[in-house]
C-alpha cells in the first residue's frame, strides 16, 4: 500500500513543482494536487512490516551526513582503521552535542549512485568496523559519550572482505563495545541487517525510528534460506518480527522514536528535532553514572534480552 501511494506523492509532487515554473500559475489546480497528496499521505497508517521495510530503505530517508549536519556542532570527521585503509562506508568523529563533546559514528549509504559506489550501499568492510573501534574506543579513552546511527543492508559478504577479516573484526566489536566505560546511545535509522548492524550497535541504549526495521537478515534472504524463494519476501517481513513495533514488545530496544505520517522522508526537520530529543534525554540520563556502572547496566541488558524474548514467545 505505502509504496504506491507514495510513487502517487512523488508524480504529485513533481505536477505541482511543474504547476509553479509556469508564466501562469493555476492556483486552483495546485490546491487540489495539495489536498490530494494530503489525503493520501494521512492513509499512511497501521502499516505492515512490508510497507516499514519499504520506508526504511526509501532512498529519501534521512542519512548520516544529514543527522550530524542537523543535529550536531563543530563535527570533526576521522579516517582510517589503523592498518592504512580507508572504508568510506563508515562515518565517524567527533562533535558538539548541546555543549558536550560526543563521539557519532554510522552507516553511510550515500545520496546518489556515484556516493553508493564509493559508500559500497553502506555495506561495511572489515576495516569498516576497526575504524569504528578505534573511534570508539578513543571516545572511551576521553569519556565522550558515542552514539551510532545504525542503517545497513548489513556488512560487505564479498570474497575480499571476508579474506581480510571481516568476521573476525564485527566478532571484535562485539566483545569490545560489551565493555565499553563510556554510554553508547545506538540508533536504528533505516534497515538494520545482521552482525554488519549489530557491530556498532551493542549499546546501553538502542533506539528505532517508528519505520525502521532491524533483523537477523533482509526479508529476501530470509525468503531465499526459508523457501528458497526471495519473491516472498513481504510474507517473511511479517514472520521476522523486525518492525520497531515488535522488538521493543521483545526487549530488545528500549524505546520507538516517533516519524512523521508517511515516513521520515516527507520531513527531515521533524525527524532531526524529535532525534534531537531523544538523544539529549539519554546522554543526561547517563552523565552522572560512573564508568565501571555503566559497562555493567549494557553487558545486564544484554544478557536479559533472552529472557525478555522469552516471555513473550513462551509456548
Not at 494521512?42 to 532512498?59: E, G, P, Q, T
Not at 563495545?177 to 545506538?186: H, N, Q, R
Not at 517473511?236 to 522522508?265: N, R, W, Y
Not at 539519554?282 to 559497562?295: F, L, Q, R, S
Request: aromatic share 8%.
Amino acid at each position: 500500500m505505502v509504496k504506491e501511494i507514495d510513487e502517487r506523492v512523488q508524480e504529485i509532487d513533481k505536477e505541482i513543482e511543474r504547476l509553479f515554473a509556469e508564466d501562469a500559475v493555476d492556483e486552483a489546480q495546485i490546491y487540489v494536487l495539495k489536498r490530494e497528496r494530503h489525503d493520501l499521505i494521512k492513509m499512511c497508517k497501521n502499516l505492515s512490516a512490508n510497507d516499514k521495510v519499504y520506508l526504511a530503505r526509501h532512498k529519501k530517508r534521512p542519512k548520516i551526513t544529514e543527522y550530524i549536519d542537523n543535529i550536531f556542532d563543530d563535527f570533526f570527521e576521522q579516517k582510517g582503521d589503523d592498518l592504512g585503509k580507508e572504508d568510506a562506508s563508515i562515518f565517524g568523529g567527533i562533535a558538539m552535542f548541546h555543549g558536550r563533546p560526543v563521539t557519532v559514528l554510522g552507516h553511510r549509504k550515500g545520496n546518489d549512485l556515484s556516493e553508493n559506489m564509493k559508500c559500497n550501499f553502506g555495506m561495511p568492510g572489515p576495516e569498516g568496523y576497526r575504524k569504528a573501534l578505534r573511534i570508539m574506543k578513543q571516545a572511551e579513552k576521553f569519556g565522550r559519550p558515542i552514539i551510532t546511527f545504525i542503517d545497513t543492508p548489513g556488512a560487505y559478504p564479498g570474497l575480499e572482505a571476508e579474506m581480510y577479516g571481516q568476521g573476525t573484526a564485527i566478532a571484535t566489536n562485539l566483545a569490545k563495545m560489551s565493555a565499553l566505560k563510556t554510554p553508547v546511545i545506538a540508533i536504528v535509522t533505516g534497515e538494520g541487517s545482521s552482525g554488519g548492524a549489530l557491530a556498532i550497535g551493542v549499546a546501553n541504549t538502542v533506539m528505532m525510528l517508528e519505520n525502521a526495521v532491524y533483523s537477523i537478515l533482509s526479508p529476501e534472504g530470509y525468503a531465499s534460506i526459508l523457501w528458497k524463494d526471495s519473491s516472498r519476501a513481504a510474507e517473511a517481513c511479517e514472520l521476522m518480527k523486525l518492525t520497531a513495533q515488535d522488538l521493543l514488545s521483545f526487549g530488545v530496544i528500549d524505546d520507538v522514536i516517533p516519524e512523521p505520517v508517511g515516513g521520515a522522508h516527507l520531513n527531515h526537520k521533524a525527524v532531526f528535532k524529535t532525534v534531537d530529543k531523544y538523544l539529549k534525554r539519554e546522554i543526561d540520563k547517563y552523565a552522572k553514572t560512573g564508568p565501571d556502572d555503566i559497562a555493567k547496566m549494557r553487558y545486564k541488558k544484554f544478557r536479559n534480552i533472552d529472557e525478555a524474548y522469552l516471555k513473550v514467545t513462551s509456548w
